[in-house]
């Protein structure tokens, strides 16, 4: 009897399935959220391609086809009619020029003071320091149409209404305490000790900036070059209140004002919104790496 009830404990601890290993239960465990992982990662991008092929496939549509009564996903003709009446029968060509040449505006100011003042506060231990930081998060906290009269007023006194720079040093009022934090961040990643050794050789604060500091930010630098790019390419509301017809308006305004009281351009729309999406997506392909290196670095050590 006793050696019959060892042989039946000996096989239940050798029959399978019946005592699950801790280390097996973990592998399935794992591979289970590597399932969910990837459909929650597919289910994601199709929510943000989805629209955009869309809207790209609208664009290529005649206008029978988009306002059938019932849903054609595929164009049965397709026309660059769109693309050529928005190009040539609009001001859209020069509205993007206008853009561009305020985003690139916007983008030396924010990069020039933020580069100073982001590696003041990182290097410099001085009283308020911290305060001052907060201060930057406070003006990002209040909303921004506070301040359209004040601004309205100081660009009308300054003759700067409906010109590029005075859009540009709009924009730079807002985006700045982004571009401030996030240079900190960067500068911070980067040891101090390098700097001291350059000074050490002969180099002064200035050149130790240029030739040590900036260049291994680089990857920072690019990340918020482009979140000020697209902040100031994509700004619709100073835009509207700060530009006329004739002067510096921007392509988001020109974008609604397409929009008639009994009309909706569908096609024009779409149109002019895939080619407002180019300038990103070639900014993306030329700093893809850079923008990706930099978002790590910004999120280990920042």
């Given at each position: 009897m006793r050696r019959d009830s060892a042989m039946n404990r000996q096989n239940a601890y050798l029959t399978p399935g019946r005592h699950k290993s801790p280390l097996g239960s973990m592998r399935r465990s794992a591979k289970l959220f590597d399932v969910v992982s990837a459909i929650v990662a597919i289910l994601v991008v199709c929510f943000a391609i989805v629209p955009i092929a869309w809207t790209l496939l609208t664009s290529f549509k005649i206008e029978s086809d988009i306002v059938s009564p019932s849903v054609k996903y595929i164009p049965t003709t397709l026309t660059w009619d769109n693309y050529i009446r928005i190009w040539e029968q609009s001001d859209f060509s020069r509205m993007l020029r206008n853009s561009a040449i305020v985003t690139v505006m916007t983008v030396g100011m924010s990069?020039?003071?933020?580069?100073?003042?982001?590696?003041?506060?990182?290097?410099?231990?001085?009283?308020?320091?911290?305060?001052?930081?907060?201060?930057?998060?406070?003006?990002?906290?209040?909303?921004?149409?506070?301040?359209?009269?004040?601004?309205?007023?100081?660009?009308?006194?300054?003759?700067?209404?409906?010109?590029?720079?005075?859009?540009?040093?709009?924009?730079?009022?807002?985006?700045l305490p982004l571009c401030v934090w996030m240079l900190k961040g960067f500068f911070d990643g980067i040891p101090p000790d390098l700097e001291e050794a350059s000074r050490v050789d002969g180099s002064t604060r200035m050149g130790a900036l240029f030739r040590i500091v900036l260049p291994l930010a680089r990857p920072g630098i690019a990340a918020t070059t482009v979140f000020i790019a697209i902040g100031a390419w994509n700004e619709y509301l100073w835009a509207l209140l700060l530009t006329t017809a004739n002067g510096a308006r921007t392509w988001p305004v020109g974008l609604q004002l397409m929009v008639g009281e009994f009309q909706m351009p569908w096609g024009l729309l779409t149109a002019s919104g895939i080619i407002s999406i180019i300038p990103i997506l070639i900014g993306f392909s030329i700093v893809q790496r850079a923008l990706v290196s930099g978002l790590l670095t910004g999120g280990v050590k920042g």
């Open positions: 990069l020039s003071i933020g580069i100073a003042a982001g590696y003041s506060i990182s290097r410099y231990k001085f009283r308020g320091r911290s305060s001052l930081m907060v201060f930057y998060l406070v003006i990002r906290m209040f909303p921004f149409t506070l301040l359209l009269i004040p601004l309205f007023i100081l660009l009308r006194k300054l003759s700067l209404f409906d010109t590029h720079f005075g859009l540009a040093l709009t924009y730079t009022t807002f985006l």
